[in-house]
Nanobody
Framework: QVQLVESGGGLVQPGGSLRLSCAASGSIISINAMGWYRQAPGKQRELVATITGGGSTNYADSVKGRFSISVANAKNTVYLQMNSLKPEDTAVYYC?????????????WGQGALVTVSS
């Protein structure tokens, strides 16, 4: 059983910063890629950022230049550093991992972390 546990969400003022963490645990052989998605009220879930095992990153245009994704491989943890936050960044942020267990390839989601950008 694999779990992704997110932390770091909360309330922040516009222009502020926040860092989300997502730690993967369980019987993990390797992680192919990890990423962050978000779902704002009344909207579809959208890709925010991804990072592959080779270190390649990809960002949504709406966050490019403001957000940064990184990993700590030894801890199977992915981070999302969010700077210059805007009210439109308000959403539930979900961590995602594509990984290998001893017997299968899995796509796993975190529980979600609420980020509220407001004065």
């Amino acid at each position: 059983q694999v779990q992704l546990v997110e932390s770091g969400g909360g309330l922040v003022q516009p222009g502020g910063s926040l860092r989300l963490s997502c730690a993967a645990s369980g019987s993990i052989i390797s992680i192919n890629a990890m990423g962050w998605y978000r779902q704002a009220p009344g909207k579809q879930r959208e890709l925010v950022a991804t990072i592959t095992g080779g270190g390649s990153t990809n960002y949504a245009d709406s966050v490019k230049g403001r957000f940064s994704i990184s990993v700590a491989n030894a801890k199977n943890t992915v981070y999302l550093q969010m700077n210059s936050l805007k009210p439109e960044d308000t959403a539930v942020y979900y961590c995602n991992a594509n990984l290998w267990t001893p017997d299968r390839n899995l796509e796993v989601w975190g529980q979600g972390a609420l980020v509220t950008v407001s004065s």
